[in-house]
């Protein structure tokens, strides 16, 4: 387990757990390492949280004093970031965002330049030189202080590539866009009207401080209200950075990442674009989604919670989807990393193609109750291991399926149970609280 960095960057609030010095340091190290041989060459992109200009101007400081030349795609999306660190041949990518966290918390995330999340073998290295294992590193002096470029053209031609990806016109279709104030707040709306929707935009007024404030995929009321007040076809909820995607269906249904890979996979099916492959899920997704694609005949593989895992399986395999609940969900011959418009361009595709609604693609998917509670703790090593909780754990997974695991980018340890009933899994979800409350395990 790495020190600082989790299974999405290094993140937390900025300037205590992430601080600038942080910043100016990791960009130190990255224009070093990449810089051995010839000028590093690194692409960065922020989402719209205030502190992103701060941890901007110090990594591309840092960077730059030792010698790299940085590109700024300004406010865009995650996916974009690693989208143009692949076509354009960068070193690096680097992504500055807490994705659906709120506004005080932020992020460093780093991309190879195959478009993938840095490689462990290199975060390792970035970790040993912020415990000061490498000492000072060279100053570039003269005509090798690196430059910085704008390069907001990078993610102008990101939204061309999304548009040419479209397999039908979105004439007459009515589609519903919440940015979450976040990275898409301008992109969205941009994709969507240059193919022809009648779009319908919230959450598309970023301050700096209300990223993901009520609003967004882990907001999705919103989207469920805006889609039956103005009878909508179909919605699209983004995070932060627009890595991950939840629809709202004609009917104001929710469609989360599970009923995405349903939906998306069978369309593949069914058009010839599926082959052998299977789709790659994660323990937490609904046994509703397994017994479905078994119907279907359609296999699987579950990993470890994250999309980074998801990629490593669908990488090593060969396999063109996969994705999480939560709404990352990655298409293999066209990403390397959760692309929530991406998601929301195939879900169209998915409509318009077998012309169904949203809702009718979802029919034949029966999802089994499910709770999820996150209890705010101290330490979460300490209350896995703790006998009363692995008491309270082993009484519920006599009654129903349950996951206890700890969130890689917050001090949380996430509780979800599966059961026959809501009622069942709620009661299980409070068994395991009460178990971490009364034992004095949560942050008062």
């Not at 060459?41 to 719209?48: A, E, F, L, M």
């Not at 016109?169 to 009207?193: E, H, P, Q």
């Not at 006998?387 to 340890?413: C, D, F, M, W, Y």
């Amino acid at each position: 387990m790495s020190k600082y960095f989790g299974t999405d960057g290094f993140r937390g609030t900025a300037n205590e757990g992430l601080t600038v010095e942080h910043a100016f340091k990791i960009g130190r190290f990255l224009g070093w390492y990449y810089g051995k041989e010839h000028r590093a060459q690194v692409v960065i992109g922020k989402d719209t949280r205030r502190s992103g200009y701060m941890f901007e101007g110090a990594l591309q400081a840092g960077l730059t004093a030792s010698g790299a030349d940085v590109c700024l795609m300004h406010v865009t999306t995650t996916p974009s970031v690693a989208y143009i660190a692949r076509v354009d041949d960068f070193d690096c990518g680097i992504m500055i965002s807490a994705s659906h966290n709120p506004y005080m918390d932020n992020g460093i995330k780093l991309i190879n330049s195959n478009g993938e999340k840095m490689e462990q073998s290199v975060i390792d290295e970035v970790e040993k030189y912020l415990d000061g294992a490498y000492g000072e590193l060279p100053y570039a002096v003269g005509e090798n202080v690196g430059r910085v470029i704008d390069y907001a053209s990078g993610r102008n031609r990101y939204i061309g590539y999304l548009i040419t990806l479209a397999s039908h016109s979105y004439r007459d279709v009515k589609v519903g866009l919440d940015c979450a104030n976040g990275s898409t707040w301008m992109i969205a709306k941009s994709v969507f009207d240059a193919l022809g929707a009648d779009t319908y935009v919230i959450n598309n007024k970023p301050d700096g401080l209300n990223i993901n404030r009520d609003a967004g995929s882990t907001h999705i009321e919103q989207m469920v209200k805006l889609v039956k007040e103005n009878k909508l076809d179909v919605g699209f909820a983004f995070d932060g950075d627009a890595d991950r995607c939840i629809a709202v269906d004609e009917n104001g249904e929710v469609v989360d990442g599970d009923k995405i890979l349903y939906v998306c996979g069978r369309y593949m099916q069914e058009t010839g674009l599926l082959g052998k492959s299977k789709i790659v899920a994660t323990v937490m997704s609904n046994v509703g989604l397994f017994k479905a694609l078994d119907v279907l005949g359609i296999g699987y593989e579950q990993t470890a919670v994250g999309d980074k895992y998801v990629y490593e399986n669908m990488r090593t395999n060969g396999y063109l989807l996969g994705g999480e609940q939560s709404g990352h969900v990655i298409f293999g011959k066209l990403a390397t990393t959760g692309d929530g418009m991406l998601t929301a361009i195939k879900i169209m595709e998915a409509m318009m193609g077998s012309k169904k609604s949203l809702g009718e693609l979802c029919a034949d998917l029966t999802i089994y109750p499910q709770v999820t509670k996150n209890a705010r703790v101290k330490d979460k090593d300490a209350v896995l291991s703790h006998p009363a909780v692995q008491a309270a754990a082993e009484e519920v997974e006599g009654k129903a399926h349950l996951l206890l695991r700890k969130s890689g980018t917050e001090p949380l340890i996430r509780i979800t149970v599966q059961g026959e009933t809501e009622e069942l899994c709620e009661s299980c979800a409070n068994l395991i609280l009460s178990a971490i409350q009364n034992n004095g395990l949560l942050v008062e």
